[in-house]
């Protein structure tokens, strides 16, 4: 993989990672065309996303500050039989419902190695159908964006349906965030609540993730480019901030919408392509 290449698919990366457009179908897409795929490009992918964890940190750094200090004053709380979810404040309630919809994703580890075996195969026909899902979640989702709901009022019903919605997200092409958007809007959250809690959410999820292909590039002994992969990790949480809080005006603004059909659209052609790919027996290359 050159430097040029790295580059290219951090920028990708944070440019995807928040906007809802599916970071892992875009990273899918470019390495399917270019031939980065395998071992090594999962590994790398993962390096990507801690970049992009990085900015969701500087971004959301107060809430995530009193979130830290909200989860061990719940722990004393237990612990001396202080605890009660009716008087929680908007911080702890978060951190609750963050854990239930972190807890959606078990039962989608059953199926991790199906995920990462659609992401790396050499047919693009799975990312065009997921692109097309994504397209009517984010659609059906600018008819809900009147909500009320802030963190303190965050339910385990709601909390559960965010959950559910991110674990569908694993497959290359569904949204991670336009999917946990969605299902906040659709739940009544205030536009500025969904896109929070969509952006804490995901950092348990990415931070297992990169421990599991960390874990495997070792125990493999996969071919690792650890420059690259350093200058990736650092474009990635550059591109990605300043993608947060572009997504986060196109929320507040109304624009959300575009972003449906862009990602229709990109599942069209897709799709089209996949179908040529497959009459031909050949993978277009941009190599």
Known sequence: MSTISAIFQAIIQGLTEFLPVSSSGHLSLYQHFTGNSGEGALFFSAVLHLGTLLAVFIAFRPRIIRMVKEFFSMISDIAHKKFSLKKANGDRKMVIMIIVSTMCLLPFAIFKGWFESVAEDSSIFA?????????????????????????????????????????????????????????????????????????????????????????????????????????????????????????????????????????????????VIAIIEAISGKVISFA
Request: charged share 15%.
């Open 127 to 271: 990312e065009g159908i997921c692109f097309l899902y994504t397209a009517a979640i984010l659609y059906m989702s600018t008819k809900c964006m009147n909500g009320r709901k802030q963190a303190v009022n965050i339910t385990g019903r709601d909390s559960v349906i965010v959950g559910l919605f991110q674990g569908v997200a694993l497959l290359p092409g569904v949204s991670r965030s336009g999917s946990t958007i969605s299902a906040g809007l659709f739940c009544g959250f205030t536009r500025e609540t969904a896109v929070e809690y969509s952006f804490i959410l995901g950092i348990p999820a990415i931070l297992a993730g990169c421990l599991s292909e960390l874990l495997k590039a070792i125990k493999q002994h996969a071919a690792i480019e650890w420059g690259n992969c350093l200058i990736g990790f650092v474009v990635a949480a550059v591109v990605g901030l300043a993608a947060i809080r572009l997504i986060n005006w196109l929320v507040k603004s109304d624009r959300f919408k575009i972003f449906a059909y862009y990602t229709l659209a990109l599942g069209g052609v897709v799709l």
